[in-house]
């Protein structure tokens, strides 16, 4: 009978193959601690994003609809690719919601199907992610010196400057 596990640490005890890329044991520790954390956010977001594609009203109700899914769309691309970076540094991602709950720094929020709002929370939680992203680049380049993920995530982050633009865009124009 498979082992029953209970977190992604408990898959790191199956991983017989070693990784000897360059980076220490520490500092790859340290750096998927970090990579879960912001998992965790973009899971969070996700499940926002599509919440307001859904419950969305009002008289441009089709063009938030289909903004929000080109939003949760691409987002879903970059959380796999989150998840991947982990994998590519010798550790297990995260993969239960539960987990990604309790890492998250994004607050879930209340129901609201007022479009202005929608936009408001959005924008909030790309710009968080944002400013977060910037410290923990910093960290990983000089600290724990992991130049892959360092690059991969200067490009996460200016995808999220790249939405949070077009939002901050749809805002401006409805004043
Ligand atoms: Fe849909």
């Given at each position: 009978m498979a082992k029953k596990t209970?977190?992604?640490?408990?898959l790191e005890e199956t991983n017989n193959v070693p990784i000897n890329i360059g980076i220490s044991e520490k500092n790859a520790q340290e750096v998927a601690d970090r990579l879960q954390v912001i998992l965790s956010d973009e899971q969070v977001l996700y499940a926002k994003t599509r919440n307001y594609h859904w419950n969305v009203e009002g008289s441009s109700f089709l063009e938030y609809h289909k903004l929000f899914e080109t939003l949760y769309t691409e987002l879903a691309e970059s959380i796999d690719e989150v998840a991947e970076r982990i994998r590519k540094i010798g550790h297990f991602a995260l993969g239960r919601l539960q987990d990604f709950l309790g890492l998250a720094r994004l607050l879930e929020g209340e129901y609201t199907n007022n479009s202005r709002e929608q936009l408001q929370n959005l924008l909030d939680d790309h710009e968080t992610i944002i400013r977060e992203l910037r410290k923990d680049i910093n960290d990983i380049q000089d600290?724990?010196?992991d130049a892959g993920t360092a690059d991969f995530l200067t490009g996460l982050l200016k995808d999220h400057e790249r939405w949070a633009w077009f939002l901050r865009s749809y805002i401006g124009g409805k004043k």
């Open positions: 209970t977190s992604a640490k408990a600290k724990f010196k």
